[in-house]
């Protein structure tokens, strides 16, 4: 099916249509008799009017399928078509992290396919989409987690406003079960009623969640301003009665309407056999129908802006935090040439410490942060500003140092140095962005969403023809007072005196007696799994390139095939167990690095950075001090360099020292408000001392800790604790072991080593939890969701026998989608969006905790409580079956492989952490060895002897008072 539409461009033809005409070709007929037929017919040169799809037609051929056809092939990412239903098919093969592939599904249609009073149809259908198909269904013992989660895959869904997509991260020699289950609920879909029924009571908590955070709300105020007419104006999620009334009849219909293969593309992103893929995709989606009527497009649109729109949200708030404020601007649609000029606008603006509303902003102190966003939509969407204001200051001074940068921009062409840092950033951001399938295949989905799939590929050359003159015409074009909408949050401060309320539990409702109603757990037929258990290749292992460039530097080295990308993570023994005077210092300390050195000032170390696209981030821990290093290969001796200055010689310049200070403490208010946080230090605080190191201290002291740190107090930590202390480092990428040694004993040679060792802690939990009898209700204002912990203290560390048989245990009980207290208190009842359960703090020698976390609506709180304690009280008595271990042991030890070895980024994080806790790179697999000789017993066992069930700690947070009422 051809159209004329860019033939003209294409053509020598003279030949003119006054609108578009189709061409229907007969698959039947081989490429010459279909090409005598049209010429005969339309009597004019078909080979030069449509020569790009001839060709096309022609490299089809070698195929060797009579169903495929080839389409284009763009910076090696092939396209082709199903023709029986013109599912578009898109294949990368990625060999530079073997055996990993992603599979996803992008359907073009999200939330701007909505109408009014229907909002959120797109976003419930997703999760029902999980809910089973006609071959994959928990009935059968095949619903889709069990199957999928067992081979180690990742596996989730999102909407958006112009997509949604489905996707499987997996080993590669399971993607033919990826793409059954994608082609089977492609139109297999069950769609019951009480599915939908339990759902949307998990989409609604869901909802709630997101109208927890304020700034989450007023972003979907500004969206719900600037667009009045298009289906912008709503959100992904939609509104709360849409969800709730929204009918099965209803979402058939609108699965009906979008789900059919030729308004979808399938990605298959890895390492891979391109024409095996080919084949298999052809097998299982060749047989599914086109859509019998015309996909129906969106034709709304938005009516030119002619004033500017200013909204208010007024909240009550615990802590003393500033107000924030959002600026929208209309911007073209994501095709349109000038989106490339916004993108690097938007760069310049506010992305990096040396962009210039960052330097205006933050540098001053009237800002804790700021971003400047151009994501590009289907359709015209916004070009946002965004700042979170200092305590004190007004949203006027903000503005107005907005407005004046904006009309700068308009009046004088930014300087050559400042477009080449935003470019520099881009690079480096765009080239990390195929960092792992999951990555590419994550960009053509946006790209898609878009409207071009080819975006994507062509971004980077888009974005170099930017130039000042153009970025100064775009800005007069688009960034106009009258044309922008404002929104404003305002939080209004109460008193937090009274906020932790403690309240005994009521033994009626949270009795356990044997008489207790067990829970519905589906069980997946294990036959119709796959449990075969691998270990790492042990050539992957000799790849790992151990050296030492310096006494106490452990450096590993894996050279991957990927081209111009470096991940360099490392640390070093100077955490928070060193500062004796306050455990806070190492922690500032990881903010403050980038305030100049001996050598170079803040200015000079921003521009650095920037110019160089480098991403630098540091970061404290209980015993080690952590950077994360990524940039492009040809400026990892520069990046090294800058790294050894900030760590080596900095200087702690007072005045800056105590607006980062600020910037903290504000932080720290917003905190306040966070009941996820909250219900977490409670929780913590009722199972350990003080001083140890899972204790957190709250909100209030960690403030009142902050404020006394001086200057001279991060000089002093940095002088005497600071060095290559069993220093270890991870690089990943495009390097060469032998380069980056050399480099990095050219660097550090001077700096100093061992001027600390390990620290051994004796501090243990307490022998019994406080509140063990109470659930400690903490009331913050206005949450439409609570989050809750349970938990306690387990008393073992990670070293000890039993830590792996808890561990499967407690994945058992909460760990993936298809764990008990999922199954039963999220599908089953519909109470809540997520609830997990895990093993944490056990980093070291430390003594950890077992812990439960979920969110519920403040009217469903009591139920939710009961049903997670009623679960947990059957899995700590009964304990778990052979075939939940043997799927537990299959998921933990298949998800660690997919998840820790799915990019260069990922593959650094769990080589440093391997080695940071002791081991040596042998643990790798002897982890998995570990995992998979557990027995039924030990894990019994375990659970029993570990965790106390008569001792539980039960922390609720959010809108509810002192007896865990909603308010």
Not at 798 to 819: E, K, Q, R
Not at 820 to 844: A, F, P
Request: hydrophobic letters at 35%.
């Amino acid at each position: 099916n051809f159209t004329n539409s860019n033939s003209n461009s294409n053509s020598n033809s003279n030949l003119k249509f006054d609108k578009n005409f189709d061409v229907n070709l007969n698959y039947n007929l081989d490429l010459n008799s279909t090409l005598t037929l049209l010429k005969e017919k339309y009597d004019f040169n078909l080979n030069e009017v449509f020569e790009e799809e001839f060709s096309i037609l022609k490299n089809s051929e070698s195929l060797g399928s009579q169903e495929i056809v080839f389409i284009r092939e763009l910076n090696g990412i092939s396209e082709y078509q199903l023709k029986s239903n013109r599912l578009s098919i898109l294949l990368f093969n990625d060999h530079s992290l073997p055996a990993i592939a992603t599979v996803m599904v992008t359907y073009c249609v999200g939330s701007r396919n909505e109408v009014s009073g229907h909002t959120g149809a797109t976003h419930l259908l997703e999760h029902l989409m999980f809910k089973g198909s006609k071959k994959f269904n928990k009935e059968s013992g095949t619903d889709i987690w069990s199957i999928l989660q067992c081979l180690g895959a990742e596996i989730n869904a999102s909407t958006w406003n112009d997509r949604t997509n489905y996707y499987e991260m997996l080993p590669s020699e399971h993607i033919e079960s990826a793409l059954k289950i994608e082609a089977d609920r492609m139109r297999g879909a069950l769609l019951r009623e009480s599915d939908h029924q339990s759902e949307m009571t998990v989409v609604r908590n869901e909802y709630e969640q997101g109208y927890n955070n304020a700034l989450e709300v007023i972003h979907k105020d500004l969206w719900a301003t600037a667009f009045q007419v298009h289906p912008y104006h709503h959100s992904t999620i939609g509104w709360k009665h849409d969800i709730e009334s929204v009918t099965t009849e209803r979402l058939r219909e609108f699965y009906d309407t979008f789900y059919w293969p030729n308004n979808a593309y399938l990605s298959v992103i890895g390492d891979f056999d391109k024409n095996k893929i080919l084949r298999l995709i052809e097998n299982h989606f060749s047989n599914i129908p086109p859509s019998p009527h015309n996909i129906k497009q969106v034709e709304v649109q938005e009516p030119k802006q002619e004033g500017t729109r200013r909204i208010y949200y007024e909240k009550p708030a615990l802590g003393n935090s500033g107000c924030s404020v959002v600026i929208g601007f209309k911007q073209p649609e994501g095709l349109h040439n000038d989106i490339y000029g916004l993108i690097v606008l938007a760069a310049i603006l506010g992305n990096g410490n040396s962009s210039i509303l960052y330097k205006k902003l933050v540098d001053t102190g009237l800002a804790t942060a700021v971003s400047v966003n151009s994501h590009p939509h289907k359709d015209p969407g916004l070009f946002i500003i965004s700042a979170n204001l200092s305590p004190g200051i007004s949203i006027e001074q903000i503005e107005e140092v907005i407005w004046e940068n904006i009309e700068q921009i308009k009046k004088f062409p930014v300087t050559i140095s400042q477009l080449s840092a935003a470019l520099a950033r881009l690079r480096t951001e765009i080239a990390f962005t195929r960092d792992g399938s999951y990555a590419i295949a994550s960009q053509l989905n946006e790209s898609i969403a878009t409207g071009d799939w080819k975006w994507f590929c062509t971004l980077q050359e888009n974005l170099d023809e930017i130039t000042p003159f153009v970025l100064c015409e775009i800005a007069k074009k688009y960034l106009n007072h009258k044309t922008s909408t404002i929104a404003i949050y305002q939080p209004t401060q109460i008193d937090d005196n009274q906020n932790l309320n403690l309240e005994p539990m009521s033994e009626a409702s949270f009795s356990r007696t044997t008489a207790m109603k067990p829970a519905i757990i589906s069980k997946p037929d294990i036959s119709k799994l796959d449990l075969t258990f691998k270990t790492f290749d042990d050539s992957f292992f000799e790849r790992i390139a151990y050296q030492q460039p310096l006494p106490s530097v452990n450096l590993y080295t894996l050279a991957t095939s990927i081209k111009n990308l470096v991940c360099l993570e490392g640390s070093l023994l100077a955490g928070q167990q060193y500062s004796k005077l306050n455990v806070f210092i190492p922690d500032l300390i990881s903010k403050c690095l980038e305030l100049g050195t001996k050598r170079l000032t803040k200015e000079q170390i921003a521009e650095k950075l920037d110019s160089l696209g480098v991403s630098l981030y540091f970061e404290c821990g209980i015993n080690r001090f952590h950077w994360q290093l990524y940039c492009l290969e040809n400026n990892l001796k520069q990046s090294l360099e800058i790294l050894h200055e900030l760590l080596a010689y900095p200087i702690f310049p007072n005045e800056e020292v105590e607006l980062i200070k600020n910037r903290l403490i504000s932080d720290l208010e917003r905190e306040k408000e966070n009941s996820t946080t909250q219900a977490n230090i409670s929780f913590l605080r009722s199972i350990y001392p003080d001083l140890h190191p899972n204790n957190q201290f709250t909100t209030e002291k960690t403030i009142e800790l902050v404020k006394q740190i001086t200057s001279k107090d991060l000089q002093s930590f940095h002088e005497k604790i600071f060095g290559l202390n069993n220093c270890i480092i991870a690089v990943a990428g495009d390097v060469t072991p032998l380069a980056i040694t050399n480099e990095f004993e050219r660097i550090f040679k001077k700096y100093p080593v061992n001027k600390v060792t390990e620290l051994d802690i004796q501090l243990k939990a307490f022998n019994k939890p406080m509140y063990t009898n109470q659930i400690q209700y903490i009331t913050i204002p206005e949450k439409l969701a609570v989050d809750v912990k349970i938990g306690g203290p387990i008393r073992i560390n990670s070293f000890h026998d039993d830590y792996w048989p808890l561990i499967i245990g407690c994945f058992t009980l909460g760990g993936s989608f298809s764990s008990r207290l999922s199954d039963y208190v999220r599908d089953n009842l519909g109470l809540t969006y997520g609830i997990y359960s895990y093993i944490g703090g056990c980093e070291g020698k430390y003594d950890g905790y077992w812990a439960i976390e979920a969110s519920f609506s403040s009217e469903l709180l009591s139920q939710g409580l009961e049903s997670t304690l009623q679960e947990t009280e059957n899995w700590w008595q009964n304990g778990i079956t052979e075939e939940e271990l043997i799927i537990s042991k299959a998921t933990i030890c298949g998800s660690f492989k997919v998840q820790s070895f799915s990019s260069n980024s990922a593959i650094v994080k769990v080589i440093k952490s391997i080695i940071e806790r002791g081991y040596t790179i042998e643990e790798i697999n002897n982890r998995l060895v570990k995992i998979q000789a557990v027995k039924l017993e030990e894990v019994n066992n375990a659970i029993k002897n570990h965790i106390d069930i008569n001792n539980i700690v039960k922390v609720a947070a959010g809108s509810i008072n002192k007896h865990g009422n909603s308010i």
